[in-house]
C-alpha cells in the first residue's frame, strides 16, 4: 500500500502505463521528493528478509520430526522465495544508485512480485500473534481474538476453539506462530492444536517460555544484530554515499555498540541524520543531549511527533516498568530498586556476589574492629590520641546522616540482621528476567543489561535529577561495602572480585560526576546566590572517606595509580585535619598513598611520606608493634627503590626479626619482610642469601595465600630473577617455565596491559635471552615496551628498565647502534630518577655499565674507557665497600686499554 501510494503520487491518475513526454518532467520533481519513504521501504524489506530467514530456521529445524517429502517442498518453496526476496533487494539497491526516476521505470515492474510476497506472509494455513499494545495499563491482547480470525478465514464460526479443532484435523502441514509471548498470566499450551500435524514458531522475550521448546537446542537466543550488520543498516538508513571510508565505519560502530545493535534504534538513528539533526561524528552528543531535552519537558501527556518517534524505541520498556509498579508486592519493589541501582553500575558482569558481599561483610568488618579494639584498650592512648579519638566521634556524629542509608531495602535490612535474604533477592532478580529486563549468566553467576535500556532506566523521565542522585549513590554504596579494606580481603578470591568490579566503579564515579554537575546548575539557576554561602558545598565526611579509599584499592590493584592517587590524596587531606597523622587511620591511608607513589616510580614523595609515617608510629605504637614493623618494611622497600640498598637491608631485616618474634614465620606479614629482604639481597649481589630467603618466603606464601595469589607471584618472579643471575645454565629451563606461568596468570588475573604483567613479560625476555632465543625476547619486548609508553609514560621507572633489557639483546644480535641509541637516552632519562644520588642511582649506572660494552663492540675504545671511569666513580660514591659491578667494569677497562694499545701498535699484535 505504502508502495502504491508513491507510485501514485509521482504517477497521477494517468496510471502506470502512461509514459508521455510531457508527463516526465513533472515525475521527475514529485519523484525527488521521495528518497526519504523510499529508503524506508528498502529498511522494511530488509526486516522482511530478516523474518524470513528466522522462519527458514524454524522450519529447518522441525526435521527430525517431520515428514521428509513434505518439509522438503516447504522448504524448497521458502528458499525460492527468500532467494527471490533477495535478489529484489539487491536489484533494488543498484537502481537507487543509478537514479531515481530510472528506478521508478524499472520498479514498476517489480509490484506484482511484491505484491506475491506479502500474499504468502497471509497465505499460510493459519498464523496467530500476540499483537503489542502501547496503553497504559495494557500488555498484550490475549489470542482469542486472533484465531477468530482464523477460524473466519476458514469459514467456521469465529472462536479460538473452532480454529483450534480445525487445525488439529487438517492435513496438510501448518505453522502457527506465537509471537510477543511474553506475559506469564497466559498458559501458551492452552492454544496449542492437538496432534503434531503442524509447527509452532514462538517468540518471546520472557526466558521462562523456553520449557516450550522441543527441539534438541530448546531455543535460539538472539541479542541484537551483527557487529557488520549494523553498521551497515545505520549508514544505508543514514543514506550516506559510498564508498565508506575508515572514519565513517568507525564512527557507526561506535553509534551501533551504544545503541546495542537494536534494530529500531538503530533505524531511528539512521533517520536523525539523515533529516541533518546531526552528522554521523556528531549524533553521540546530540543523543546525549537530546535525552537531557527530553527530560526536561517532561510532558508525557503532550509529546512532540518527534518524540513519539524518539521514544518508540523504549515504548516497550516503559510498559514492563509500569508492570512493575503495579503489582505492588515485595518482589516488584525489589527488582525496582534493583534495576535503579543496576543503571548505574556497567551493564555487563554484575556479579551476585557484589550483592551478597553488601550485606556479609559488615560482620567480618565488625569482628574486625571489636579484635582492634581490644588491641587498643591493652595499649594506653596518649592525651592526644584520645582528644583525637574524641573528635572524630563528634564530628561523626553530627556529619551521621539521620535518615536510613541510600541503599536498596534488602540490603538496607539484610545489614541490620547480619544475613542475606537470598530467596527474596533471587526473586526480585527473577522478576526482571521474566520481562527480560536483565540476563542472568549461569557460568559466574552475573547479570547483565541491554546498553539501551540500561541507558533507559536512569535516563527516563520519570527519574528526576534528585532521585538520581540517590540511586547513583546506592550504587556506589553498595560497591564500598562489597570491598574489604587490608588487612581483611587478601585472598585470591578478593583479588579477582576487585578485578572484575573495576568497570562499575568507574562508571558509577562518571554517573556521579554527571549528576552533581546537573544539581549545581539547577541549584544556579534556581538560587544564583545561594552557592556563596558557606557550607552549600559537597560534604567530604567519614563515610565518602571509607568509599574513596576501597575505591582506590580497586584502583590500585587493577594498576591504574593515577586514580588511585586522586582518591588517597582527598582521604588524607581530610584525615590529616581532623585527625592528625598520629592517627592510625590517616598512617593507613599514608601508607597506601605511599604504595602509589611508589609504583609510579617516584620513590622520594614516597620516602618523605613514610618517614613522616614512621616516626608518628614509633612515638604512638613503639618499635615492636607489628604496624609500626610493616611500616619499616616498606619503608625499606622505598630505600631499595631509591637505590639506597645498605639502608633497605638494614630495614629489612628488623622488620623481620621483629614480626618473627610477634607472628614466627608462617605469616604473611613476615614472609612479605622476607621477600623484601631477599629482593634487596639480590641487588646487593649476595645471590645465596637472596635465593634462600625468596625460597623460604615463595613456600610460606604458596601455602598460605594460594599459589596463584599476586604476591606469592611476586615472590616467585623475584626468585626465578636470582636464579638466572647466579647463572647455572642447568636452571634455565625450570626459569623459562616459571616465568611464563607467572606471564600468564597475570595476564589472565590482571590483563594483559597491567604494569606487573608487562614487567613479567620484559623477564621473560631475559631468560629468552639467556638461553639464545634472541629474536623472540626482542619481539616480547617490543611488544611490552608499546603498552608501557602509553600507559604508564616512556619516563617511568619501569619503562626505562625495559628499554634498558631490549637495549641489551640488541646487543646479543650485534644491532649496535640502536642499542647505544637506546642506551644512551636511557641514562639521560635515568639521571632523574632520585635526587639522593643525583647522577648516580644504580639503575643508571648498571646502563652506564652496558653502554661501555656497546662501545668495546664497536671498537670505540675511548669512549668505552670513558664511560668505565664515570661508573666505577659513580660505584665508589654509593658503596662503602667494592661494589661487585666494580670489579667487573674494572676488568673491562684494562681489557679496552689493552685492545687500544694494539690497535696502535699492529707490530706488537702479530708478535703475540
Not at 187 to 213: C, H, M, S, W
Not at 354 to 364: D, E, G
Not at 422 to 445: F, G, K, M, W
Not at 536 to 556: D, E, H, M, N
Request: one cysteine or more.
Amino acid at each position: 500500500m505504502q508502495l502504491e501510494e508513491i507510485l501514485h503520487a509521482i504517477w497521477g491518475e494517468i496510471g502506470l502505463d502512461s509514459t508521455g513526454k510531457l508527463n516526465r518532467p513533472s515525475k521527475v520533481l514529485v519523484s525527488r521528493d521521495k528518497p526519504g519513504e523510499l529508503q524506508m521501504l528498502r529498511d522494511n524489506l530488509s526486516i522482511e528478509k530478516q523474518n524470513l530467514k528466522v522462519l527458514l530456521i524454524g522450519i529447518g529445524l522441525y526435521e527430525h520430526k517431520a515428514s521428509q517429502d513434505t518439509f522438503d517442498q516447504i522448504s524448497a518453496d521458502m528458499r525460492s522465495l527468500n532467494r527471490k526476496l533477495e535478489a529484489e533487494i539487491v536489484t533494488l539497491e543498484s537502481q537507487l544508485e543509478i537514479g531515481i526516476e530510472s528506478y521508478l521505470d524499472k520498479y514498476s515492474q517489480k509490484l506484482a512480485t511484491i505484491v506475491r510476497l506479502k500474499q504468502f506472509r497471509t497465505s499460510v494455513d493459519s498464523v496467530a500473534n500476540f499483537v503489542s499494545v502501547i496503553r497504559p495499563n495494557v500488555f498484550f491482547n490475549i489470542p482469542q481474538p486472533t484465531y477468530a480470525e482464523i477460524a473466519t478465514q476458514v469459514r467456521l464460526e469465529p472462536n479460538h476453539h473452532a480454529a483450534m479443532h480445525w487445525l488439529s484435523s487438517c492435513k496438510e502441514r501448518w505453522l502457527l506462530i506465537i509471537d510477543n509471548a511474553d506475559d506469564l498470566s497466559i498458559k501458551l499450551d492452552d492454544y496449542f492444536p492437538e496432534r503434531d500435524r503442524g509447527n509452532i514458531l514462538i517468540t518471546t522475550r520472557n526466558p521462562a517460555q523456553k520449557v516450550y521448546g522441543n527441539l534438541e537446542c530448546g531455543f535460539f537466543d538472539f541479542e541484537g544484530m551483527d557487529k557488520e550488520e549494523a553498521t551497515f543498516l545505520l549508514l544505508r538508513s543514514a543514506m550516506l554515499p559510498e564508498p565508506w571510508d575508515a572514519d565513517t565505519l568507525a564512527s557507526a560502530t561506535k553509534i551501533t555498540e551504544q545503541l546495542g545493535r537494536l534494530v529500531i534504534a538503530i533505524i531511528h538513528a539512521g533517520a536523525t541524520i539523515r533529516n541533518g539533526l546531526c552528522t554521523l561524528k556528531d549524533y553521540l552528543g546530540f543523543y546525549d543531549k537530546d535525552w537531557g531535552r527530553i527530560r526536561r519537558t517532561r510532558r508525557p501527556h503532550h509529546p512532540s511527533e518527534y518524540d513519539e518517534k524518539y521514544l518508540s524505541a523504549y515504548a516497550t520498556f516503559e510498559l514492563v516498568y509500569c508492570s512493575l509498579e503495579q503489582r505492588r508486592t515485595e518482589s516488584s519493589e525489589d527488582a525496582i530498586q534493583l534495576l535503579k541501582m543496576f543503571s548505574f553500575l556497567y551493564f555487563k558482569k554484575i556479579r551476585f556476589d557484589i550483592l551478597r558481599k553488601a550485606i556479609t561483610n559488615l560482620q567480618i568488618e565488625k569482628a574486625q574492629q571489636e579484635e582492634a579494639d581490644q588491641e587498643k584498650k591493652s595499649r594506653p592512648l596518649a592525651w592526644n590520641q584520645r582528644y583525637n579519638d574524641l573528635r572524630l566521634s563528634i564530628l561523626g556524629f553530627i556529619a551521621h546522616n539521620r535518615g536510613p542509608p541510600a541503599l536498596p531495602s534488602f540490603i538496607r535490612e539484610g545489614r541490620e540482621l547480619g544475613v542475606l535474604d537470598e530467596p527474596r533477592v533471587r526473586y526480585a532478580l527473577s522478576e526482571l528476567i521474566q520481562v527480560s529486563l536483565i540476563t542472568h549468566h549461569e557460568a559466574n553467576d552475573s547479570y547483565s543489561i541491554h546498553p539501551l535500556l540500561h541507558i533507559w532506566v536512569r535516563q527516563r523521565p520519570g527519574m528526576s535529577t534528585s532521585e538520581q542522585a540517590v540511586w547513583s549513590q546506592a550504587a556506589a554504596t553498595t560497591l564500598a561495602h562489597s570491598i574489604l579494606l587490608p588487612p581483611l580481603g587478601d585472598n585470591e578470591a578478593d583479588e579477582l572480585f576487585r578485578k572484575d568490579i573495576l568497570p562499575h566503579v568507574d562508571h558509577v564515579r562518571s554517573c556521579q560526576e554527571v549528576v552533581e554537575r546537573k544539581i549545581l546548575e539547577n541549584r544556579k539557576s534556581r538560587w544564583p546566590r545561594l552557592n556563596d554561602w558557606p557550607g552549600t558545598g559537597s560534604r567530604f565526611g567519614q563515610a565518602q572517606v571509607v568509599l574513596y579509599v576501597k575505591f582506590s584499592l580497586v584502583y590500585a590493584q587493577n594498576g591504574r595509580w593515577e586514580d588511585a592517587e586522586e582518591l588517597q590524596l582527598a582521604a588524607k587531606r581530610y584525615t590529616e585535619s581532623v585527625l592528625g597523622l598520629n592517627h592510625s587511620v590517616t598512617r593507613r591511608i599514608t601508607l597506601a598513598l605511599v604504595g602509589t607513589y611508589w609504583n609510579q616510580g617516584r620513590g622520594d614523595e614516597a620516602a618523605n611520606l613514610q618517614d613522616a609515617v614512621a616516626k608518628a608510629s614509633i612515638a604512638s605504637l613503639g618499635p615492636d608493634n607489628a604496624e609500626m614493623l610493616m611500616t619499616m618494611d616498606l619503608l625499606g622497600r622505598t630505600r631499595w627503590q631509591q637505590g639506597r640498598y645498605t639502608e633497605a637491608r638494614v630495614l629489612h631485616q628488623q622488620a623481620l626479626d621483629g614480626l618473627i618474634r610477634l607472628h614466627g614465620t608462617a605469616h604473611k606479614d613476615t614472609l612479605t619482610a622476607m621477600c623484601s629482604l631477599g629482593q634487596t639481597l639480590a641487588k646487593l649481589c649476595d645471590l645465596d642469601e637472596a635465593s634462600r630467603f625468596l625460597q623460604e618466603a615463595f613456600d610460606g606464601m604458596c601455602a598460605i595465600l594460594g599459589p596463584t595469589h599476586l604476591n606469592t607471584l611476586a615472590a616467585k618472579e623475584y626468585l626465578a630473577m636470582v636464579i638466572l643471575k647466579i647463572g647455572e645454565k642447568s636452571q634455565f629451563l625450570t626459569i623459562l617455565e616459571m616465568m611464563q606461568q607467572i606471564f600468564e596468570c597475570r595476564t589472565k588475573k590482571l590483563g594483559k596491559e597491567h604494569p606487573h604483567t608487562l614487567h613479567a613479560m620484559v623477564n621473560l625476555a631475559r631468560v629468552k635471552t639467556a638461553l639464545g632465543q634472541h629474536s623472540q625476547a626482542e619481539a616480547l619486548v617490543r611488544q611490552g615496551l608499546q603498552i608501557a609508553d602509553r600507559n604508564l609514560s616512556k619516563n617511568h621507572t619501569w619503562t626505562l628498565m625495559g628499554r634498558g633489557i631490549l637495549a641489551n639483546i640488541l646487543t646479543c644480535e650485534s644491532k649496535l647502534s640502536e642499542a647505544e641509541d637506546i642506551l644512551v637516552d636511557v641514562i639521560e632519562q635515568q639521571r632523574y630518577l632520585s635526587s639522593y644520588w643525583g647522577d648516580f642511582h644504580p639503575d643508571r649506572l648498571h646502563a652506564m655499565a652496558e653502554l661501555a660494552h656497546c662501545y668495546r663492540l664497536q671498537n670505540r675504545y675511548d669512549e668505552g674507557i670513558r664511560m668505565c671511569d664515570e661508573t666505577i666513580d659513580g660505584l665508589q660514591m654509593i658503596s662503602m665497600k667494592q661494589h661487585p659491578l666494580e670489579r667487573k667494569i674494572k676488568a673491562q677497562r684494562i681489557e679496552m686499554m689493552e685492545m687500544k694499545r694494539r690497535e696502535k701498535d699492529p707490530r706488537k699484535q702479530q708478535i703475540e
